[in-house]
C-alpha cells in the first residue's frame, strides 16, 4: 500500500503540472508543540483535484534524547492513536511505519524513533473533485527518563481545486514512505525459511535470510501472538555476508505453560541500514539449536535415502550405460580369471570415484560460500564450458566403447603401466578405470534434484563446511549402495547374463546412447551461447569422431596423427564456448498452451492480492527431471488446462543461465537445486511448496487450496 502512496505523491505532481495554473504549494497545520516533542499534519498537495487518495504525513520532530514508538513498541512504549472524528469526506484513513530503530535502557528493549519521523498517510477522498476537511485528533507517547503521552489536534482544509503538489512536501513523505518495509525486491532482501528452536524455557525461532549485496548492520524484530515477547537476535553471516541467520528466544509467552510456536503465525521485518523487508510467515517445525545424535542421524539418513533415489532419476539414464557394462563384464565370476576378490575391489573403487566426487563438490560449495558467491544443486551446467568438456568426455567415452580408439602408451610407459595395472593377468586388472567410472556419474547426476536430495541440501548448504562435507558424503555413499551391496555379496553378479558375443552389440548401443548424451549436453549449451557456438562445437564432437574412425584404419604414422589431431579437437570444443558472448544465447521457451510469464518474485504478493493464484515453475535446459515433470504432468491435461484458467498466473523462472534472483528465491526457501515448484494464492499468501517429482494430485490439490474461499 505504501509503496502505491509513493506513486501517487509522483502522481500529484505530474497532474499540478498539467493543470499549469495557480501556486505550487502543500496543505500543512502550523507546528504544534509539546513536551519533548512537537508535530504537525503535512499533504503533499493543497487540494483535492481529481485525486482518490491525498498523499499525507503526520511529522514529529523529538528533542535530544527523546523519542517515540513503532505499531510494536517492544518492552513498554504505545504506537500513536489516531482519531478522525469531524473529518468530512475522508474515507478510511491508513498509517505507516517506517522501518524502527531498537533501543536498550535499564534492560528493556524498546522499538522506535528518534530525532524525526514522518508517520506516511494515505486520505482516501470519498467523493473525488469535492472538498475535504481533515479533523486529527493526534496521541504520540514520547519517553526520554520520563514518559508523556502528547496529545495533537489538528484541522486542516482541502479545496476542491486543483491538486497543487509542493516538492518539498512530496519529497519528504516519499523519503519515509520508501522506509516502510516492503517485500525486499527493490531492497535486494529476501526473508527464508522461519523454524522453531528449543532454545530456552519458552522456546525460540531460527530465521535465515538473503541479502543482494552484503549486509552491514541488521536487525530483526519478530510481532507474534499479543503477549509474546522475544529477545534481540543473535545474528551470524555466511557468503561474503550475503547470507543471514537470526537465532531469537522467546522471553515471555502469553501462555503458561507456554505454547509450541510450530505452526503459528509471525511477521518479521529485517531492518539493515536504510533497506528493510517485511514478510509473513508462518512457523515452521521446532528444530533443536544445535542439531542432536537424533537430529543427525534423521538428515543422514535422508541423505543416504536421497542418493539411493539419485540412481533411479532421469538424468542418471545415459549414465547407466556405463553402470551396466562394468558389471555385466563382471558377471562370470570364473570368466577371464577373475577372482571374487578382484570383483569387489573394482565395485569398491567405482564406490570410491563416486563418493569422493560428492566430497569434491562439498569442498567447491565451501569454497564458494567464503567467496560470497551463490550456490546450488547442478549450477555447474550453467558454465558453457562445462557442458562443452562434459560433451567431449562423453563423445570419447562413447568412442571408446564403439572400438574407435583405446588408450595405448608408447616404450617403458606402457610397460609400466602394464605391470602397475597387471595387464594381461585381469586377476591384477587395474582400479582407475571403475574409480573414473564412478566420479563421472557422479558429475553427469548433478543436473537432478531427486526426493530427499532437497532437503538434505537445503540443512547442509545453509550451515558450516563440517555439515556440507558430512552431508555431500552421505549422499554419494547413498547413490554409492548398489555397487556395495553387489561388492558385500559377489554371488549377485552371477544373476547377470555370462559374458559373450552379445556383449559386442550392447557395447555398441552403450556407445551410441552416450553420443545421444553427447547431443543433449549441445543442445543445453545452445541455450547458453548463441546456437552457431553450439553448432560448432557439436561439428568439432564430430570431427573428433571420424579422425578417430580414420587412424583406427590406418598405420602407425596415421595413428600418431589422428591422436594428435583429435587431441587439439577436443581442446578446442572446450575452449570454443569463451569466444562468445552468453547474452547472444537463444530465449525461445518451447511451445505450450500455457501462458508463461517471466518470472518475477516481486509481483507475486500483488497477484495475489488481486485475488490470483500463482503457479512458479523453476526450471533450466539442463535439469532432465524438469523436463520429465513438464512432459508428463504440466504440459498435460488436466494440470495444463487448470494452468491456463482465467486466475491463473503461471510464472517461469528460467535458471538455464546464472541468475542471481531466482538463486535467492531458492535460497529464501532452503532450497539449492532444481526442479523447484510453489503454489501462491488467496488461501496460501505464503505459498505451498511441491515435491521434486510432481504429479498431477498434487499440483491440482495445491491450486484448489490456493484459492481458498473463493474455490
Not at 494452468?643 to 542471481?660: H, I, K, R, S
Request: aromatic share 6%; with cysteine; net charge neutral.
Amino acid at each position: 500500500m505504501i509503496r502505491r502512496l509513493a506513486f501517487l505523491t509522483a502522481g500529484a505532481l505530474g497532474l499540478a503540472a498539467l493543470a499549469g495554473s495557480g501556486p505550487a504549494g502543500a496543505a500543512e497545520t502550523p507546528w504544534q508543540p509539546a513536551k519533548g516533542a512537537s508535530a504537525r499534519l503535512v499533504t503533499a498537495v493543497d487540494g483535492t483535484g481529481t485525486l482518490r487518495e491525498i498523499p499525507a504525513g503526520l511529522h514529529i520532530r523529538l528533542e535530544p534524547h527523546w523519542k517515540t514508538y513503532w505499531r510494536s513498541p517492544g518492552d513498554a512504549g504505545l504506537p500513536p492513536a489516531l482519531d478522525w472524528k469531524g473529518s468530512e469526506n475522508l474515507g478510511t484513513a491508513t498509517l505507516a511505519y517506517p522501518a524502527p530503530h531498537r533501543f536498550q535502557l535499564f534492560g528493556l528493549e524498546t522499538y522506535g524513533y528518534e530525532t524525526e519521523v514522518v508517520f506516511p498517510l494515505t486520505l482516501p477522498v470519498a467523493q473525488p473533485g469535492q472538498a475535504q476537511h481533515l479533523a486529527l485528533a493526534a496521541t504520540v507517547l514520547v519517553c526520554s527518563d520520563i514518559c508523556i503521552p502528547a496529545s495533537f489536534t489538528f484541522a486542516l482544509d482541502l479545496p476542491a481545486g486543483p491538486a497543487s503538489p509542493d516538492p518539498d512536501a512530496a519529497n519528504l513523505i516519499d523519503r519515509y514512505a520508501n522506509a516502510v518495509p516492503g517485500d525486499g525486491s527493490a531492497a535486494g532482501l529476501a526473508i527464508g525459511p522461519v523454524a522453531a528452536t528449543a532454545a530456552g524455557p519458552n522456546g525460540g525461532l531460527r530465521i535465515e535470510a538473503t541479502a543482494r549485496e552484503p549486509f552491514d548492520a541488521p536487525d530483526l524484530f519478530v510481532e507474534g501472538a499479543p503477549g509474546d515477547a522475544f529477545a534481540a537476535p543473535r545474528i551470524t553471516t555466511s557468503e561474503g555476508g550475503r547470507r543471514l541467520v537470526a537465532e531469537i528466544d522467546r522471553i515471555q509467552a502469553v501462555d503458561d505453560p507456554p505454547k509450541a510456536l510450530s505452526g503459528t503465525p509471525v511477521v518479521l521485518t529485517l531492518v539493515d541500514g536504510p533497506r528493510s523487508v517485511e514478510a509473513k510467515a508462518t512457523v515452521g517445525a521446532a528444530m533443536a539449536a544445535a542439531p542432536d545424535a537424533a537430529a543427525w542421524l534423521g538428515i543422514l539418513g535422508v541423505a543416504l535415502l536421497g542418493g539411493l533415489i539419485l540412481n533411479l532419476m532421469p538424468c542418471v539414464l545415459p549414465v547407466l550405460s556405463l553402470k551396466l557394462l562394468s558389471i555385466v563384464k563382471l558377471g562370470d565370476v570364473e570368466a577371464g580369471g577373475r577372482t571374487p576378490r578382484r570383483q569387489r575391489l573394482g565395485l569398491l573403487a567405482t564406490a570410491a570415484g563416486i563418493v569422493v566426487s560428492f566430497l569434491v563438490l562439498a569442498a567447491g560449495a565451501v569454497g564458494l560460500k567464503a567467496a560470497g558467491a551463490s550456490v546450488g544443486w547442478g549450477i555447474q551446467f550453467q558454465e558453457p564450458v562445462f557442458l562443452a568438456a562434459m560433451a567431449v568426455v562423453v563423445t570419447l567415452f562413447g568412442a571408446n566403447l564403439l572400438g574407435l580408439f583405446e588408450l595405448v602408451l608408447p616404450g617403458r610407459a606402457m610397460d609400466a603401466a602394464a605391470r602397475a595395472s597387471g595387464a594381461g593377468r585381469p586377476e591384477k586388472e587395474g582400479l582407475a578405470g571403475p574409480f573414473l567410472t564412478g566420479a563421472f556419474a557422479t558429475l553427469l547426476a548433478t543436473p537432478c534434484s531427486a526426493p530427499f536430495v532437497g532437503t538434505a541440501l537445503g540443512f547442509a548448504l545453509s550451515r558450516g563446511p563440517v555439515e556440507i562435507g558430512t552431508i555431500f558424503a552421505a549422499l554419494g555413499i547413498g547413490m554409492a549402495l548398489p555397487y556395495l551391496l553387489i561388492a558385500a555379496v559377489p554371488g549377485l553378479a552371477r544373476l547377470l547374463p555370462r559374458p559373450g558375443r552379445w556383449m559386442v552389440w550392447v557395447k555398441a548401443v552403450l556407445g551410441l546412447a552416450l553420443f545421444g548424451t553427447a547431443a543433449w549436453l549441445l543442445s543445453v549449451l545452445a541455450a547458453q551461447v548463441p546456437p552457431e557456438a553450439a553448432a560448432v562445437v557439436a561439428a568439432v564432437l564430430a570431427a573428433i569422431v571420424l579422425v578417430l574412425w580414420l587412424r583406427r584404419r590406418g598405420g602407425i604414422v596415421l595413428r600418431r596423427a589422428g591422436a594428435a589431431v583429435a587431441v587439439v579437437l577436443a581442446l578446442a570444443a572446450v575452449l570454443l564456448p569463451l569466444r562468445f558472448d552468453r547474452s547472444g544465447a537463444a530465449t525461445a521457451q518451447a511451445a505450450s498452451t500455457i501462458p508463461w510469464v517471466r518470472f518475477d518474485q516481486a509481483a507475486i504478493p500483488g497477484l495475489v492480492r488481486e485475488g490470483k493464484v500463482v503457479f512458479v515453475d523453476v526450471t533450466a535446459d539442463w535439469c532432465l527431471t524438469c523436463k520429465v515433470n513438464k512432459l508428463l504432468v504440466i504440459d498435460r491435461d488436466p494440470v495444463a488446462a487448470a494452468l491456463g484458467e482465467a486466475g491463473v498466473a503461471p510464472l517461469l523462472a528460467d535458471w538455464t543461465n546464472p541468475d542471481q534472483g531466482i538463486a535467492d528465491y531458492l535460497a529464501a526457501h532452503g532450497r539449492y537445486g532444481i526442479p523447484f515448484n510453489a503454489v501462491y494464492g488467496p488461501g496460501a499468501p505464503d505459498g505451498i511448496l511441491l515435491p521434486e517429482l510432481l504429479s498431477t494430485e498434487a499440483v491440482l490439490d495445491a491450486l484448489k487450496q490456493a484459492r481458498g474461499a473463493s474455490s
